[in-house]
Each structure stands twice: as C-alpha cells, then as structure tokens.
C-alpha cells in the first residue's frame, strides 16, 4: 500500500504557503513564532478532547525524507481532520520566525493513516540536524482549526546522499569535465613540518587522515573516509604541474603507475565550487580490497578505471600505461593507503603559495547550478 507523502519537490524557490501545498494532502498555513519553546499558531483554538500525538517514531531517514507515526487514542480518531508538523533545524529551534533560507516551520497535511513520508529539498537537508513535533488538529466549519497540545519535541538528523544523488552530482561534474590531457605524476604538497613529522614520527610514511568538512554538506565521505589528499592536474602548455600551490613549497611527487591503475579501484566522490568560476571534483583511489574500498562500494559510484571522463588509466599497444585527467575540473584524488617517502621524491616549487586557494573545509556554494542537485547543497 503506498505510504501518504507530505512534501513536494520544487526546482525553484516560491513563497512559503507555496511551499507547503500538496495538491492531495497539505494545505497553506500562516507561519507562526515559537512562545516559550512550543509552536502556536494565531487564531487557533485548543480542544482538549484532541489527542495529543504519543512517542513518534522517525524511521527511514533519507538525505531529504523521512517517515514519521505516532500513537493516539482510537476513540477520538474521527475528530481528527488535520496534522500540524513543526519541523526545525535543531540550532534554529529558540527561533521560529520565518527566513527564506531555513526551513519551514509549520506543515499540515490532511488526517492520512500513519506511517506519513515528509519529503521535500526545499525544507530538508543533507546531513543536519532537526526537531519535530506534532499537534492533532480539526478544521471547523467557520475554516478555523480546533488543536491538541504538542507533542514532546523529538531530534534526528537527516542522512548522508545516496549512490542515486551522487549519481546525478556526478552527471553534473561530467557535462564540464572537458577533454582528457595526459600526466605522469601525482604530487602532494606541504610545508616544511609536514614532512619532517613523517620522516621522524611516521617512518617516513605518509598516513591516511580523516577527510574535512569542505565540498557537498551531503557528500558521505566528509569526516568519514581516511585518506591521502593528492593532486594530478597539469598547466595546458607545459604538460607539467602547476608551480603554484595553495598547501605548502614542499611537493612530493610520485609516478602515477604507484597509485593508480589496473590494481585500484575508482570512485566518484563529490562535485563542488567555492563562489569561484573553478570547479572541483573529488575521486578516492583505492587498492582492490583495502579498508577505503571496502568503504566505499556500498556508499559511492564506481568509476571504470579505463573509461571515464574525469581520470584514466589505458595500456597502450606496447604494453606502458598512458594517464589522463580531465581539463576543465580541479581534481581532488583522495589515496586510501599509507604511501612511503622512498616511492617519490620531495623538491621545492619554484611558485607562490597561493593560500587563498586552499579548499581546507571550503563551503559548498549553494546557489551555483552547475554544482548542486536538488535534494539539498
């Protein structure tokens, strides 16, 4: 039996009651402000003989969904014509007036059997944190509401985006990738103390560390995968990579065959901008069976190692392995392994230290539409 929806998917931003019309199931209703940690709503009248929702249950939690139900009394079931949801992010919860960018405070849906989805980009987001509570209510003759009290105020947090909303980033980063140019080397840089903490800490081995926060506010591999953050891009008219570098005048630089190839699994990470014309897009490279592989089959789209449009690996005719990465997109290539020192080798650039450059837990910019998808930024 298909389980009630209450949301919509909207491509574009509208006004408020707008947002909250379901041709089947909602209607508009005025925005109102919390009093004293409990949403009101003017005009409104309580009856006590409304039953107050008892111990919701969220399940099926999505990046831009969820189901909610309640218990109630069954005796008074037929009074009920309407639900009110209040629905907040969780550090916007003292504050219930009406902004544009946050969510919608108030949704009401006609009396549908529970469980009920929510659904809906507009008032939903990847990865954050949100309240809910809910009022019974019945619509009266004069087109005012009679309401129950609220319910207690539950928390719960929406879900990373899925292979499916990767997918359509993906789509998105491929349609600008550009042509393919060839490259040798993979290089990381640093400063000076990076490298001298490895040599005389690490064993000269470079270590997997947790990703950062920058990129897509959904991308399933922030603060999660651990990880090696290099670089492979080249300047168009050397062939060469940059002399420039935001993270260090340290590179060290490694045949590309180490780390990338028929031995290494793909994956398509995360397509961002930072408010610039520059976009960037993140793949992870993963030994074939590694822990970071293993991590990322049932969270990531593979990418075939020897055709895709951001980076590749062929064997040519005479048996040598010829590389290429995508022109018009920053790669970000993210190595799931511990990589030695003795595998390449450590120079100075002979360029500046373009620091503003750094995508250090860099914010995704949400009103690009060549980068964002429509279930949330």
């Not at 003292?94 to 008032?123: C, E, I, Q, Y």
Request: some cysteine; proline content about 6%; glycine content about 6%.
């Amino acid at each position: 039996m298909e389980v009630p929806s209450l949301g919509h998917n909207i491509t574009s931003p509208i006004s408020p009651c707008e947002g909250m019309v379901n041709n089947l199931s909602l209607e508009s209703l005025e925005l109102c402000e919390r009093d004293g940690g409990k949403p009101e709503a003017s005009g409104m009248v309580e009856m006590e003989e409304l039953p107050v929702p008892q111990n919701i249950k969220i399940s099926n939690i999505t990046c831009d969904s969820f189901k909610i139900c309640w218990d109630m009394d069954p005796r008074v079931k037929e009074k009920i014509t309407h639900y009110f949801i209040d629905l907040n992010k969780k550090e916007n919860k003292n504050s219930n007036k009406f902004k544009h960018k946050d969510v919608p405070t108030k949704l009401v849906a006609k009396a549908v059997p529970l469980p009920m989805t929510v659904r809906g980009h507009w008032f939903l987001s990847p990865r954050t944190e949100y309240t809910v509570a809910v009022q019974t209510a019945s619509k009266q003759s004069d087109g005012d509401y009679a309401v129950s009290e609220w319910s207690d105020i539950i928390e719960f947090c929406t879900a990373d985006y899925s292979t499916v909303h990767l997918n359509q980033l993906m789509q998105k980063a491929e349609a600008i990738a550009g042509r393919m140019l060839k490259f040798s080397v993979f290089y990381r840089n640093q400063h000076k103390e990076y490298f001298d903490h490895v040599k005389e800490v690490q064993g000269s081995r470079m270590l997997p560390s947790v990703k950062d926060n920058s990129g897509s506010h959904g991308s399933p591999i922030s603060g999660k995968l651990e990880g090696i953050l290099f670089s492979c891009n080249t300047e168009f008219n050397t062939g060469q990579p940059p002399q420039d570098s935001p993270y260090g005048r340290l590179r060290f630089t490694v045949p590309a065959q180490t780390l990338f190839g028929p031995h290494t699994r793909l994956y398509f990470g995360d397509f961002y901008c930072m408010y610039t014309a520059y976009h960037y897009v993140i793949l992870v490279v993963a030994p074939r069976g590694s822990p970071g592989d293993i991590f990322c089959q049932d969270r990531l789209p593979e990418l075939n190692v020897a055709d895709n449009r951001f980076l590749t690996c062929v064997a040519t005719e005479d048996g040598q392995l010829e590389f290429q990465h995508a022109q018009d997109v920053i790669l970000e290539v993210i190595y799931t392994e511990p990589v030695e020192l003795a595998q390449g080798t450590v120079a100075e650039i002979s360029g500046h230290q373009l620091s503003s450059l750094s995508t250090l837990n860099a914010k995704k910019d949400p009103s690009c539409k060549t980068c964002n998808i429509s279930v949330g930024r």
